[in-house]
């Protein structure tokens, strides 16, 4: 009675729903609490599975580096460019290597990386990385492991691997023979010659006028870079139609250039190269075909 008539009771009443809301907030702080625990003990694991990762990681880094450092002992023991003469030279020393054991030399043509045969594998071991390194390469080796290199011929031949008492190096890989086309295809710049072997016995030439870089942007540099491209077009049907003309009168064609234009002349062409002479058409021509007929030759 007194009480009510003070208005404790209210207040008693007010105390006691403060005290459940209070308990049951203390029960959500509790239950956020565990949460929390879990979580935390979630971010545990996952940060120890991150590091075992990691650890893993690193160890196979170290691996790899290991690997590649044991690559890099293994090098070349001599490396260099032969042409002319002197590519002649060195041919026909090679060639003039015999074995009274009929499968005592072996030849290989390496067309890329990927393409190592089994008998290199097995004749180089450790070093066949090398000749992968080298390819495409014609590879000679002799069972004894007295002669092994790997020339990169400017014509290389299709894949194969032999042994036998002497080693295959086929004029026609290294050296001009017979009566070819050798054309110099640039953007800008075309050349074309007849040779028979290495002499020159016909020459055709031209330039074409390309608008240069265009500084203005919006649908100026659009029209701009469509003449550009209208001109290169011309200048690229020029160059095939004296392909189309020379290639009866030729056994094969070479064409050399630059690579963004070689696509659309490579039909015209039993073999294609990039090249970046430049220059007057029949210097460029001179340039890119010495630059062709040179092989690199790698002593392993």
Do not use: C
Not at 57 to 64: C, G, T, V
Not at 136 to 151: E, N, T, Y
């Amino acid at each position: 009675m007194i009480d009510r008539l003070l208005g404790r009771a209210e207040l008693k009443e007010q105390i006691e729903e403060l005290e459940e809301e209070n308990h049951h907030l203390q029960r959500r702080v509790e239950a956020e609490s565990e949460r929390r625990s879990d979580a935390v003990a979630d971010r545990q694991r996952a940060e120890e599975r991150v590091n075992r990762l990691e650890d893993r990681i690193e160890s196979m880094e170290d691996k790899l580096e290991r690997a590649e450092s044991d690559e890099d002992d293994v090098e070349f023991r001599r490396v260099g460019d032969l042409r002319g003469d002197r590519l002649v030279d060195v041919l026909e020393r090679i060639r003039g290597i015999e074995s009274t054991d009929p499968e005592g030399l072996l030849t290989a043509a390496v067309p890329d990386a990927d393409g190592v045969p089994s008998s290199v594998v097995e004749q180089f071991g450790d070093r066949s990385r090398l000749v992968r390194r080298a390819a495409p390469a014609v590879v000679v080796a002799d069972d004894a492991g007295v002669v092994s290199a790997a020339l990169s011929p400017p014509l290389p031949p299709d894949p194969f691997d032999a042994w036998s008492d002497r080693f295959r190096l086929d004029t026609e890989w290294f050296r001009p023979t017979g009566r070819f086309a050798f054309a110099l295809v640039r953007s800008d710049t075309f050349a074309l010659g007849t040779y028979k072997g290495d002499e020159r016995v016909d020459f055709e030439g031209f330039t074409s006028e390309i608008t240069e870089a265009h500084s203005k942007g919006g649908f100026s540099q659009g029209r701009f870079e469509r003449r550009r491209e209208g001109q290169i077009d011309d200048h690229l049907r020029k160059a095939e139609d004296a392909l189309s003309a020379v290639a009866s009168d030729v056994e094969r064609i070479v064409v050399v250039g630059e690579r963004s234009v070689l696509g659309k002349v490579r039909e015209h062409a039993d073999h294609t190269d990039v090249s970046d002479a430049t220059g007057p058409p029949k210097a460029a021509l001179e340039d890119a075909f010495r630059d062709f007929w040179t092989t690199r030759v790698h002593a392993i």
